[in-house]
C-alpha cells in the first residue's frame, strides 16, 4: 500500500498520540520500535519506521507485515480491522487547530510560517486565494514565486495550488510534509 495513503497517514497518527509524541528524530523511532517489541513482543525495526514516516528515502510502498504489526500495536487485530475501524469512525472533522483561511484575508495582508528544519517564508495575499512570496530563508520557495491556496493549518502540511516559480509551469507543492507548519503568524 502507498506509504502516503489516507489509512497510513492516520495509523502514523494514531501511533504519534499514542507514543505523545511526534516521530521526528533517530531516537524517536528507536523508542518507537522499543514500544512496538513490548506492546506486541514482533519486532519493527527503526530503519521500516523511518522508511514509513518518510523520515528517510525508501520504498514508496509498504509492506503489509509492517501495517498488520502496527495495526495490533495500536489495539486492533489486524490491519484490516484497523481500517474498517477508521472507516465507521467517520474521520471528517472542523478544523479545531490554529488556522488562517485566504478568503478571512485582505488584499495585502501577510502570513508568516515555517517549518522544519528552519525553513522560514512570508507571503502577500493578493486576492482570490492568491499569495506571493515576499521573504524566503532555507527554502526551494523564492521570493516572487506565486501560488494559491485556501487555508494555513498550524502543526499540518501547507499544499499550494499552481505553484510559479520563474518561467516554469505551474506545479502543485507541498511545505511542511514532515511535522506540518511550525509557526503561524497573520501579520
Known amino acids: 500500500m502507498e506509504k502516503t495513503s489516507p489509512e497510513i497517514t492516520e495509523l502514523k497518527k494514531r501511533i504519534e498520540e499514542s507514543m505523545k509524541r511526534k516521530m521526528k528524530t533517530p531516537n524517536d523511532f528507536i523508542f518507537l520500535s522499543g514500544a512496538v517489541w513490548e506492546r506486541t513482543h514482533e519486532t519493527m525495526s527503526p530503519t521500516t519506521l523511518k522508511r514509513l514516516w518518510g523520515y528517510i528515502d525508501g520504498a514508496d510502498q509498504t509492506r503489509n507485515s509492517t501495517l498488520e504489526i502496527l495495526s495490533r500495536f495500536l489495539g486492533y487485530n489486524d490491519w484490516d480491522h484497523f481500517v474498517q475501524s477508521i472507516c465507521q469512525e467517520g474521520n471528517s472533522n472542523e478544523v479545531l487547530s490554529p488556522h488562517v483561511k485566504a478568503n478571512e484575508l485582505k488584499t ?70 514532515k511535522g506540518g507548519l511550525c509557526e503561524l503568524e497573520r501579520e
Open 108 to 177: 495585502g495582508d501577510r502570513v508568516r510560517v515555517s517549518w522544519m528544519p528552519n525553513r522560514r517564508c512570508t507571503f502577500r495575499y493578493l486576492g482570490d486565494e492568491k499569495f506571493v512570496v515576499d521573504e524566503a530563508e532555507n527554502s526551494k520557495l523564492k521570493v516572487g514565486n506565486t501560488f494559491y491556496g485556501s487555508i494555513f493549518i498550524l502543526h499540518e502540511p501547507l499544499y499550494l495550488s499552481q505553484l510559479v516559480q520563474g518561467n516554469n509551469p505551474p506545479v502543485d507543492f507541498v511545505v511542511g510534509n
